[in-house]
């Protein structure tokens, strides 16, 4: 059932208990170590009000929750929370049911989510292959069919990457639009709350109940800058393709022909396709600098507290933000500042950009390399290659996956100008209803 589904029947006088009790089953008897931990007590008090009333949500285990410990799915971080993070606050308050709290890649540092103290989520449509990160339980459990919403975050594309690997829709917000107070930071300046679904409609209903400005987080944006800023016209479509960003990937076949086919969909329902051409539209960029100083803040102390033990592969990324120096971080800096204007520049000239989500689709778990086009590739790099830029100029993106063949489908990702959310879910639905976009449950397991 659909979220909006089980809130209409519930709101119309149907008992919560049932849909609650059947998540809390199939959490119990989930093979893909999608949670970290199930709270059964929630039966005990349902809501039945608001537009999630008695939907089971799970969230990302990196989030605080009144009366739950949050891991960060390591070793040794263990919060008991006192209080609840602003998401949590909001979904409770529209109604929904949070049945427990998802796994992750290690302190949500990674896009693979196999991780060292609670073993790798696996992907519901190959359980040999990762579900992405790092948000990769929270995809799984909606993947699988576990609770209709969860949530994740999203500093590098870790909402869209694992919702493409997962053959679901992901959204990534604004940076700013959905508050972050009470959650667990990777870089704050680029992190994000963002949502999975099965269709748009669940989708925008969760975006709808999450966003708005907080006081207490220092990044949240006022609800009237961000709705009097410019939002993309509908009607005409002006859908751009960044170059060399595409052309460049080191991308699959079939990722590449499913592109080109939904790029010939688009113009077939009325959008005009354009070519936008510009170095910044390149990948890596500067990436790696621009995440030293707030890495090296936050875990600089526990990593020279041999008592504190993370994953390799953490420890490998934190020592080389901490080696960073600190001209690299200053030219880093303005590197980001002059990606976000050719971003912004560039919606004068189109309403969104459109990329595939992931450019290939299959990471076995323990291998870190991904072979395709006769060549071998590092995971990360192929994962975060349409992702990443956008959290740097902190844009909005939908991932949508795309209906037509793949195990999982191909993903599409749409990208817009700040605070275009509602535009890029109404063109999500018009995608949608048109057969382009559109979840089918995973065929294996």
Same mark, same amino acid.
């Given at each position: 059932?659909?979220?909006?589904?089980?809130?209409?029947?519930?709101?119309?006088?149907?008992?919560?208990?049932?849909a609650?009790?059947? &998540?809390?089953?199939?959490?119990?008897?989930?093979?893909?170590?999608?949670?970290?931990?199930?709270?059964?007590?929630?039966?005990?008090?349902?809501?039945?009000?608001?537009?999630?009333?008695?939907?089971?949500?799970?969230?990302?285990?990196?989030?605080?929750?009144?009366?739950?410990?949050?891991?960060?799915?390591?070793?040794?971080?263990?919060?008991?929370?006192?209080?609840?993070?602003t998401?949590?606050?909001?979904?409770?308050?529209?109604?929904?049911?949070?049945?427990?709290?998802?796994?992750?890649?290690?302190?949500?540092?990674?896009?693979?989510?196999?991780?060292?103290?609670?073993?790798?989520?696996?992907?519901?449509?190959?359980?040999?292959?990762?579900?992405?990160?790092?948000?990769?339980?929270?995809?799984?459990?909606?993947?699988?069919?576990i609770?209709?919403?969860?949530?994740g975050?999203?500093?590098?594309g870790?909402?869209?990457?694992?919702?493409?690997?997962?053959?679901?829709?992901?959204?990534?917000?604004?940076? /700013?639009?959905?508050?972050?107070?009470?959650?667990?930071?990777?870089?704050e300046?680029?992190?994000?709350?963002?949502?999975?679904?099965?269709?748009?409609?669940?989708? &925008? $209903?969760?975006?709808?109940?999450?966003?708005?400005?907080?006081?207490?987080?220092?990044?949240?944006?006022?609800?009237?800058? &961000?709705?009097?800023?410019?939002?993309?016209? =509908?009607?005409?479509?002006?859908?751009?393709?960044?170059?060399?960003?595409?052309?460049?990937?080191?991308? !699959?076949?079939?990722?590449?022909?499913?592109?080109?086919?939904?790029?010939?969909?688009? !113009?077939?329902?009325?959008? $005009?396709?354009?070519?936008?051409?510009?170095?910044?539209?390149?990948?890596? /960029?500067?990436? /790696?600098p621009?995440?030293a100083?707030?890495?090296?803040?936050?875990?600089?102390?526990?990593?020279?507290?041999?008592?504190?033990?993370?994953?390799?592969?953490?420890?490998?990324?934190?020592?080389?933000?901490?080696?960073?120096?600190?001209?690299?971080?200053?030219?880093?800096?303005?590197?980001?500042?002059?990606? $976000?204007?050719?971003? =912004?520049?560039?919606?004068?000239?189109?309403?969104?950009?459109? $990329?595939?989500?992931?450019?290939?689709?299959t990471?076995?778990?323990?291998?870190?390399?991904?072979?395709?086009?006769?060549?071998?590739?590092?995971?990360?790099?192929?994962?975060?290659?349409?992702?990443?830029?956008?959290?740097?100029? /902190?844009?909005?993106?939908?991932?949508?996956?795309?209906?037509?063949?793949?195990?999982?489908?191909?993903?599409?990702?749409?990208?817009?100008?700040?605070?275009? !959310?509602?535009?890029?879910? !109404?063109?999500?639905?018009?995608?949608?209803?048109?057969?382009?976009?559109?979840f089918?449950?995973?065929?294996?397991?």
């Open positions: 059932m659909t979220a909006r589904s089980i809130a209409a029947d519930v709101l119309a006088g149907s008992p919560a208990r049932p609650i009790e059947s &998540a809390l089953d199939k959490a119990h008897a989930d093979q893909l170590n999608a949670f970290n931990s199930i709270d059964d007590s929630v039966v005990e008090t349902i809501p039945a009000s608001g537009p999630l009333a008695g939907v089971p949500i799970a969230i990302k285990d990196i989030i605080h929750q009144a009366g739950r410990t949050t891991t960060c799915g390591s070793s040794f971080y263990r919060y008991e929370a006192t209080e609840s993070a998401v949590v606050d909001r979904l409770e308050s529209a109604g929904a049911v949070i049945i427990g709290r998802t796994g992750l890649h290690e302190f949500a540092f990674g896009f693979s989510s196999e991780n060292p103290w609670y073993g790798p989520v696996l992907n519901p449509w190959n359980t040999k292959t990762s579900p992405g990160g790092s948000s990769g339980g929270s995809a799984a459990a909606v993947a699988a069919g609770v209709p919403i969860s949530l975050t999203d500093t590098g870790s909402v869209r990457v694992p919702a493409a690997l997962c053959g679901i829709y992901g959204l990534k917000s604004t940076h /700013g639009r959905i508050p972050i107070t009470g959650v667990f930071p990777l870089i300046s680029l992190d994000t709350v963002g949502s999975f679904a099965t269709n748009i409609g669940d989708l &925008a $209903t969760a975006y709808r109940v999450l966003a708005g400005y907080d006081p207490l987080d220092p990044w949240s944006v006022p609800d009237s800058a &961000a709705l009097t800023r410019p939002i993309s016209r =509908l009607g005409g479509l002006r859908v751009g393709v960044p170059q060399p960003w595409v052309e460049s990937a080191p991308m !699959e076949d079939e990722v590449r022909r499913s592109f080109e086919h939904t790029l010939e969909s688009l !113009e077939q329902i009325g959008a $005009t396709v354009i070519e936008v051409r510009n170095p910044f539209f390149s990948m890596p /960029g500067m990436i /790696g621009t995440l100083a707030e890495v090296s803040v936050l875990h600089g102390d526990w990593m020279r507290d041999p008592d504190k033990a993370y994953g390799q592969d953490v420890v490998d990324r934190i020592n080389a933000a901490m080696e960073t120096p600190l001209s690299d971080i200053v030219a880093a800096n303005r590197w980001r500042a002059a990606l $976000t204007n050719t971003f =912004l520049a560039t919606f004068d000239q189109v309403d969104v950009l459109v $990329t595939p989500t992931v450019p290939a689709r990471k076995y778990i323990g291998d870190d390399i991904m072979r395709f086009d006769g060549q071998e590739h590092f995971y990360r790099m192929v994962f975060s290659w349409f992702s990443a830029l956008v959290n740097h100029a /902190g844009l909005p993106a939908l991932a949508a996956p795309l209906i037509g063949p793949g195990s999982p489908p191909p993903s599409i990702q749409i990208i817009g100008p700040p605070w275009s !959310e509602d535009r890029l879910l !109404e063109i999500g639905q018009r995608l949608e209803d048109h057969n382009i976009v559109g089918r449950a995973p065929s294996q397991g």
